[in-house]
Structures are given as C-alpha cells and as structure tokens.
C-alpha cells in the first residue's frame, strides 16, 4: 500500500510560480512511476506530467511551463509550476504506479487527496 500525500498548493497571483509536493510512504517509492493530473471545478481531469522510476518525463503538449521531478532519498515527487495563469486553478493530484506511466488516469494504482491551486488574476 503506497499513501500519497500532495501539499505546497495556495493563492498565487497571475505571473507566479509555486511548487507542488507528493510525499509517499513506505520504501518501495523508488520503484513506482508517478504523475500529477489537475482537475477544475466543473471539468474533468486531465493530465499534467509524468516521471517514470528511471527518471523519464512525460508532459502534456500545452504545459510547457511545468516541470516534473522526484527524489527517491526523500519518497518526493514535485511539480514546479511557473508563469501561472488563471486557468491553472485547479485541485492537482498525485498518483503513482507500476504500470507504463501514461495520460490516461486508469493505470494509477494510488492517488493523494489533491491540493487546491488558485491563480488570480
């Protein structure tokens, strides 16, 4: 059982960057892909990016601005997200998995609670 828990959300204004965290329990994180999807009030989730356990990414086309990482000493995936826009306001959640990390929510195996995100502008 992997326990993923996101934090670094808030208020940010147009323009500012924040940095999401995804700590995980347990001592098999190193093992796991993981990825962060979003999902606005009202719409359905989607995608944001992807980190496979041997470090490759995956981003979707139109978030150039975000960047993934992890560090397998400390059980932590993180999203830095830069230059935000008011259409960055979302809940964004961790998940994790064994699988061939892809867009598709389905194949995650553990999710967070989700971190809120509001970019004002």
């Known amino acids: 059982q992997v326990q993923l828990v996101e934090s670094g959300g808030g208020l940010v204004q147009a323009g500012g960057s924040l940095r999401l965290s995804c700590s995980t329990s347990?001592?098999?994180?190193?093992?796991?892909?993981m990825a962060w999807f979003r999902q606005a009030l009202g719409k359905e989730r989607e995608f944001v990016a992807a980190i496979s356990w041997d470090d490759t990414r995956y981003y979707d086309s139109e978030k150039g601005r975000f960047t993934i990482s992890r560090d397998n000493r400390r059980n932590t995936a993180y999203l830095q997200m830069n230059s935000l826009k008011p259409e960055d306001t979302a809940v964004y959640y961790c998940a994790a998995t064994r699988e061939v990390p892809t867009k598709s929510g389905a194949v995650y195996e553990y999710w967070g609670q989700g971190t809120q995100v509001t970019v004002s502008s």
């Open positions: 347990g001592r098999t994180f190193s093992t796991y892909n």
